[in-house]
Structures are given as structure tokens and as C-alpha cells.
């Protein structure tokens, strides 16, 4: 690993640390966490596939049940179905229910219920898919893909966040449905993650190239990129989380906390964007907590 990849793991495994010391967490904020990240997830895991919807949009779809002018039907049963889907793993989790093909099955027949005939059954045909450097197994392979699959989930010798990239990315090539194999994927993942003890992660839809990027660099047996990629949307998960905790969690715009530092807000933006200093974008804007910038200050000799 490099440098800033070894800062990552840190990061991630000090926040881990800490947001289990935080619990249990209050109803309230349990709450409020759900709703949040339910509506990010549902948009953003959406918008990855082309819906159109935007995240206003989707929170309002979501919160009031009305349809929004000018959007298809299709794209307001994406958002109610994903959305359901969300809640559904949230469950699961909760009970640990197995990974198993019931459990992937009911999953993908909630997130295409009104959109796909074949809701919650594996394909019976080959597909091709536009610009994949390979084709998805022979449909007749599917049943032992996918208990091989299930096995490993089960007997697994990797890191949460390594089984976390594995398990997405062997689901979506070996493509068991017909349609919404990316969807599902990302709702398995953030169930494996929470069963982990791990909160769910939100993949956004403005890092869609480096999504499938580092997903075309797997189908090529390098996994490294797209476990990176997963392992920075678990730190701004964590990120998030802890900030409920509020003090030295609370996220601050970098223009505000190099006030307060002997670095200037470019000096500041060019550490986060180098992965030196921790910090995540909200709006486009850089984002870190007065503990991230102690740590980064002991570590470069300025306080």
C-alpha cells in the first residue's frame, strides 16, 4: 500500500473504534441516521443506473409518495423500491439473517417489483453487456456461481472491507438477473458491512467513472482499486456517523478550521486531496473534523 492508503486503514480502524464505544446510540439518532442514509443510498445507487431523479426529487418521492412532473414511472418505482430494499437489508442485518439465495432473491424481487416480470428470479437465458470486458457465465452456471459465492460470504479469510469489494464485485459479474444486478449489489454490500458492525456506505453518483473503472480493473483480477474505492466510502460513512457525537467529531468546513491553524485552506485541500489529511467532500466542499487536523498538525510539526 501506499502511503496515504496506510493513513486510510488507520483512519478507518481508530473511527471503527470509536463508533463502538458510542454504543448503543440513541432511537432518535438511530433514527435520524436511517432516514439519511436511506435517501442518499436510494438516490445515488439510482443515479449510478441513469435515473433521473434528483436527490430533492427522491426525498420528496420518498417522504410524500407523490410523482414528480416530467419523470418517468419507472424512475418513481426505482426510488419507492430501492428505498424499500434499504429498509428490507437494514432488517436482515439487524437479525442476522444469512446470506443465501432467499435472502438475494427477496432483495432483488423488492428492488424490481412493477419493473421486471422475472422480479426475484435468477435469468434463464445469456445476456452481453455493453462494454464489459467479459460476458456474464452461462445462465446454467448461475445455481453453482452463486453457492460458491455464498459459501465464501460464509468461510471468509479476507478483511470486512476486502469481502466487501469481493462479494460486489463477483455478484455483479457473475450478473444472476436478469436487470438491477448493480442495484442489489450495493444494497448486499451495506448488508454485509452492517452485519460487520460497519455502517452502510453511500457510493456516489459523481465518482460513477471511478466506479466502474476500478470495477473493469477487477474483472481483470486486480481488485486493489475497487477495494480502495470501498474503503474510502467506509470512511466517510464512519466520518458521518461520528459527527452525531458532535466536539471534536463535528465535520467543519476546511476554510473555517484553517482559521483556527497555522495552514491556509489550499495548503489544507491539498492534504485531504493527497489522502494525508482526513477529510470528505459534503457538497462539493472539504470537510474535516479539529481531531483530523490535530492528527495532521503532531504529524507535520505544526500545532
Not at 470486512?160 to 450495493?186: K, Q
Not at 466510502?233 to 452525531?244: D, F, K
Amino acid at each position: 500500500m501506499t502511503a496515504p492508503d496506510t493513513h486510510l486503514m488507520e483512519w478507518i480502524d481508530e473511527k471503527t473504534k470509536h463508533l463502538e464505544a458510542l454504543r448503543p446510540l440513541e432511537p432518535d439518532l438511530v433514527k435520524q441516521l436511517h432516514e439519511e442514509m436511506r435517501v442518499l443510498h436510494t438516490y445515488n445507487s439510482n443515479a449510478i443506473e441513469g435515473n433521473t431523479l434528483t436527490l430533492s426529487e427522491t426525498k420528496l418521492v420518498l417522504s410524500t409518495g407523490i410523482t414528480i412532473g416530467g419523470r418517468t414511472l419507472r424512475e418513481h418505482l426505482e426510488a419507492a423500491n430501492n428505498a424499500q430494499g434499504y429498509d428490507l437489508i437494514v432488517r436482515l442485518a439487524r437479525d442476522q439473517a444469512p446470506f443465501n439465495h432467499i435472502t438475494i432473491q427477496q432483495v432483488h424481487e423488492i428492488v424490481t417489483r412493477g419493473i421486471l416480470e422475472n422480479a426475484g428470479r435468477y435469468r434463464t437465458h445469456n445476456v452481453r453487456i455493453t462494454g464489459a470486458v467479459r460476458s456474464p457465465p452461462d445462465w446454467q452456471k448461475i445455481i453453482p456461481e452463486m453457492d460458491r459465492l455464498i459459501q465464501e460470504i460464509a468461510h471468509n479469510d479476507r478483511t470486512v472491507i476486502e469481502m466487501t469489494a469481493y462479494l460486489h464485485h463477483r455478484f455483479v459479474l457473475i450478473h444472476p438477473f436478469i436487470d438491477g444486478n448493480g442495484r442489489v449489489a450495493r444494497l448486499l454490500q451495506n448488508l454485509y458491512l452492517i452485519r460487520s458492525g460497519y455502517p452502510p456506505i453511500v457510493l456516489s453518483q459523481k465518482k460513477r467513472q471511478q466506479y466502474y473503472q476500478a470495477l473493469r480493473e477487477a474483472d481483470n483480477g486486480d481488485l486493489s482499486s475497487f477495494v480502495l474505492f470501498i474503503a474510502r466510502a467506509v470512511n466517510e460513512a464512519l466520518s458521518h456517523y461520528l459527527a452525531i457525537a458532535g466536539d471534536r467529531e463535528t465535520l467543519i468546513p476546511l476554510s473555517e478550521l484553517a482559521a483556527t491553524s497555522l495552514y491556509s485552506q489550499e495548503y489544507l485541500s491539498l492534504a485531504a486531496r493527497r489522502g494525508l489529511l482526513d477529510a470528505i467532500k459534503i457538497n462539493d466542499v472539504w470537510h474535516a473534523t479539529r481531531r483530523a487536523l490535530d492528527e495532521y498538525c503532531q504529524q507535520h510539526g505544526r500545532k
